[in-house]
């Protein structure tokens, strides 16, 4: 069931808080660690399961496309297209393995499949079966994962912390990591359109809408530039440009101009306008990702700079190297830095 | 214009001694190229390959990639010398690239590959893998109401991988009557005897108790290996077919039946001449 909980709001727990970790506001302290909790705050606009909405539309011009999962349709919205075409529908048990290998014989068979299991089983158990059965062979297969970083309160089982630096590191494989429900419904599109293997890191259930309030569209491999400002640039992917948003936002109040650059697409990244962004000269750059700081957008992004000769201040928001606790998500936000609050503070320290 | 391999009807027994003995000859000849390999696998599938290919499958050779052929998926990468050696043979690939077996930008590499080499359904060698690619084949094929089969060879050691479970759980489950494993068991891996490795008997009962229709038969009884192959392709049952082949590796060469350790066996560079020496001698006879 699913629990709806106000995130950002809590303070960081003694010894485990992050050193530049900035104020934030006391509120009383949730203590459920709610398996799938919504990412939206109160009032927050959003849409109900985008990523299962959109697959059915998808569906209805292109009879080639399958959904199969691994006992977790519920969890990854692939129910609604389950209900819309029960037929094109493959319940492949809870068996990760065997969900990639059938997710290739199909797409070599001609379909194509969007193969849906959690972030966690898909990197650790599976990887194996997509690195080989389908980005080896290029195949035609769009594996799209639930309780992607850090989404839930279980604990490491289900806290995929580390799926962009398994991912990043496979060839063929195109990496995405959309931010809301707009950036979701565009994506899958986007992604069916597109010829190859993708991973795509999803939000599921009710998903909050954030982009319709931007000149913005999804387009893969692109990174756009959702606000502009002149002392900070934060590049960020996933739900973490929300947050980014948000505190460029609070910073604002503070006289601090924040901009935001957009990068859904960790794999191929968009270096080109990354560069032409980070060449804008004098501006803090602080990427911040929910992932861990090890092998993910932040490093991706460190590595173009590097390449290019590009120096700047550069700053990670994003997870520890660490195994994370378990507890609820807003209490975890805030003791790990990803929260709104706690990436203001963070961004205040670094200016000095 | 194109021919068609198609069943039953084309060849007697009389032919797939022949064609068992050249596809025999084939191995050893790209064997030596290398001077090692896999050649004890290949000597022992060999009458597996040679019934499958001229005698069950439906294919074209100059066509590999016919939409009705029916499927032959090699889970285990490293029979790949065994594949390419029933592919000459059966004209899919030209005898003379026999000569680049292994050697460097060959479309004959020592693992199977399915984007190097024409009929080579899938990317075997990670082992575990191939009969879960074959179930998505087999569910695929049923989606496009086709008639053509899917045959995935996998070995006794592949047991040992769980995926391999994964997916010989599910075939029943989605009643897929168009899909025939066949299982070569010829108890050696990497490290032993494979029943010494870990275990795998009883296979019978454990594949019956899947759900599946099973056939066990000496894998080197061209009789009774087309006989099999009958009864699986017949079966009217909407249950998926296995046929668990026995074989003798190194099969039809006897100083190197008798060797131990003949996972990956050694062969000296004088031996390979002799190899084909007592295989030509062993057709004589």
Same mark, same amino acid.
């Given at each position: 069931?699913?629990a709806?909980t106000k995130?950002?709001?809590?303070?960081p727990?003694p010894?485990?808080g992050? /050193?530049?970790?900035?104020? #934030? *506001?006391?509120?009383?302290?949730?203590?459920?660690?709610?398996? %799938?909790?919504?990412l939206? /705050?109160?009032?927050?606009? *959003?849409?109900?399961?985008?990523f299962?909405? /959109?697959?059915?539309?998808? $569906?209805?011009t292109r009879?080639?496309?399958?959904?199969?999962?691994?006992d977790l349709?519920?969890?990854?919205?692939?129910?609604?297209? $389950?209900?819309?075409?029960?037929?094109?529908y493959?319940q492949?048990g809870?068996?990760?393995?065997l969900?990639?290998?059938?997710?290739?014989?199909?797409?070599?068979?001609?379909f194509?499949?969007f193969?849906? *299991?959690?972030?966690?089983?898909?990197s650790r158990?599976?990887y194996?079966?997509?690195c080989?059965?389908?980005a080896?062979?290029?195949l035609?297969?769009?594996?799209?994962?639930?309780?992607?970083?850090?989404?839930?309160?279980?604990?490491?089982?289900?806290q995929a @912390?580390?799926d962009?630096?398994?991912?990043?590191?496979?060839?063929?494989?195109?990496?995405v990591?959309?931010?809301?429900?707009?950036?979701?419904e565009q994506?899958?599109h986007? %992604?069916?359109d597109?010829?190859?293997? #993708?991973y795509?890191?999803l939000l599921?259930?009710n998903?909050?809408?954030v982009?319709?309030?931007?000149?913005?569209?999804?387009?893969?491999?692109?990174a756009?530039?959702?606000r502009?400002?002149?002392?900070?640039?934060?590049?960020?992917?996933?739900?973490?440009?929300?947050?980014?948003?948000?505190?460029?936002?609070?910073?604002?109040?503070?006289? #601090?101009?924040?901009a935001?650059?957009?990068?859904p697409t %960790?794999?191929?990244?968009?270096e080109? @306008?990354?560069?032409e962004?980070a060449?804008r000269g004098?501006r803090l750059?602080?990427?911040?990702? &929910?992932?861990? #700081?090890?092998?993910g957008?932040?490093?991706?992004?460190?590595?173009?700079l590097?390449?290019?000769?590009?120096?700047?201040?550069?700053?990670?928001v994003?997870?520890?190297d660490?195994?994370?606790?378990?507890? $609820?998500?807003p209490?975890?936000?805030d003791?790990?830095?990803?929260s709104?609050d706690?990436?203001?503070?963070?961004?205040? &320290?670094?200016l000095? | 214009?194109?021919?068609?391999h198609?069943?039953?009807?084309?060849?007697?027994?009389?032919?797939?001694v022949?064609r068992a003995?050249?596809?025999r000859?084939n191995?050893?000849?790209?064997g030596?190229? +290398?001077g090692q390999g896999?050649?004890?696998q290949?000597?022992?599938?060999a009458?597996?390959?040679?019934v499958a290919?001229?005698?069950?499958?439906?294919?074209?050779?100059?066509?590999?990639e016919?939409?009705?052929?029916?499927?032959?998926?090699?889970?285990?990468?490293?029979y790949?010398?065994?594949l390419y050696s029933?592919?000459?043979?059966?004209?899919?690939?030209p005898?003379?690239?026999?000569?680049?077996?292994?050697?460097d930008?060959?479309?004959?590499?020592? =693992?199977?590959?399915a984007?190097?080499t024409?009929?080579?359904?899938?990317?075997?060698?990670?082992?575990g893998?191939?009969?879960?690619? =074959?179930?998505?084949?087999?569910?695929?094929?049923?989606?496009?109401g =086709?008639?053509?089969?899917?045959?995935n060879l996998l070995?006794?050691g592949?047991?040992?991988?769980? =995926?391999?479970?994964?997916a010989? +759980?599910?075939a029943p489950?989605?009643?897929?009557?168009?899909?025939?494993?066949?299982?070569?068991?010829n108890n +050696?891996?990497?490290?032993g005897?494979?029943r010494?490795?870990l275990?795998f008997?009883?296979?019978?009962?454990k594949?019956d108790?899947?759900?599946w229709?099973?056939?066990?038969v000496?894998g080197n009884?061209l009789d009774?290996?087309?006989?099999?192959?009958?009864?699986?392709?017949?079966l009217?049952?909407a249950?998926?077919?296995?046929?668990?082949?026995?074989?003798?590796?190194?099969?039809g060469v006897p100083?190197?039946?008798?060797?131990e350790?003949?996972?990956?066996?050694?062969?000296?560079?004088?031996?390979?001449?002799?190899?084909?020496?007592?295989?030509?001698?062993?057709r004589?006879?």
């Open positions: 069931m699913e709806k995130p950002g709001t809590q303070p727990t010894g485990e992050r /050193a530049e970790v900035g104020q #934030v *506001t006391k509120k009383p302290r949730l203590t459920t660690s709610a398996m %799938i909790a919504s939206a /705050a109160e009032g927050q606009p *959003t849409r109900p399961a985008p299962g909405h /959109a697959l059915t539309a998808l $569906a209805e009879p080639e496309i399958v959904g199969l999962t691994a349709s519920k969890y990854t919205d692939l129910y609604v297209f $389950a209900q819309a075409y029960p037929d094109r493959y492949m809870m068996a990760e393995q969900l990639m290998s059938a997710a290739a014989g199909m797409a070599r068979e001609g194509l499949p193969a849906t *299991t959690y972030a966690v089983f898909a158990r599976a194996d079966f997509i080989l059965a389908i080896e062979e290029r035609n297969v769009k594996i799209v994962c639930a309780l992607p970083g850090l989404t839930t309160g279980y604990g490491p089982s289900h @912390t580390d962009l630096a398994i991912f990043r590191a496979m060839p063929n494989l195109t990496v990591d959309p931010c809301d429900a707009l950036d979701i994506a899958t986007a %992604i069916a597109h010829d190859g293997p #993708v795509m890191r599921r259930g998903v909050p809408l982009l319709d309030r931007y000149d913005y569209r999804f387009e893969l491999g692109k756009r530039l959702l502009d400002g002149a002392d900070v640039l934060v590049v960020a992917a996933g739900f973490m440009t929300m947050r980014a948003l948000e505190a460029a936002d609070k910073l604002e109040k503070d006289g #601090v101009k924040v935001v650059l957009h990068s %960790i794999k191929p990244l968009d080109r @306008t990354i560069l962004q060449q004098g750059i602080v990427v911040a990702e &929910n992932h861990s #700081v090890v092998g957008l932040g490093e991706a992004v460190a590595g173009v590097m390449r290019s000769g590009v120096s700047a201040r550069f700053r990670q994003g997870l520890p660490k195994f994370l606790d378990a507890g $609820a998500l209490t975890l936000h003791r790990y830095g990803i709104a706690t990436m203001v503070g963070s961004i205040k &320290n670094w000095g | 214009m194109a021919t068609t198609s069943g039953t009807a084309e060849l007697s027994n009389v032919n797939l022949d003995f050249r596809i000859r191995a050893l000849r790209m030596a190229v +290398q896999y050649i004890a290949a000597l022992g599938v009458d597996v390959l040679a290919y001229f005698h069950a499958l439906r294919y074209r050779p100059d066509d590999p016919w939409e009705e052929r029916d499927r032959f998926c090699l889970s285990i990468g490293h790949a010398i065994a029933v592919l000459i043979e059966a004209g899919v690939i005898e003379n690239e026999l000569e680049t077996y292994g050697t930008d060959s479309r004959l590499p020592m =693992s199977g590959m984007s190097y024409p009929g080579m359904e899938i990317t075997g060698g990670s082992l893998h191939g009969l879960g690619i =074959s179930v998505g084949m087999a569910l695929g094929l049923k989606r496009k =086709s008639k053509s089969l899917v045959y070995s006794d592949e047991l040992d991988e769980g =995926s391999t479970w994964e010989v +759980q599910s489950h989605w009643q897929l009557d168009n899909l025939i494993a066949i299982v070569d068991v +050696q891996q990497a490290d005897p494979s010494s490795v275990n008997e009883p296979l019978h009962a594949w108790a899947f759900g229709h099973v056939e066990r000496n009884d009774a290996l087309a006989a099999a192959f009958d009864r699986a392709r017949g009217k049952e249950k998926p077919r296995v046929i668990i082949c026995d074989t003798r590796m190194a099969k100083f190197l039946e008798t060797r350790m003949t996972h990956f066996l050694r062969v000296d560079a004088h031996e390979w001449d002799l190899a084909l020496e007592a295989l030509d001698a062993g004589v006879r």
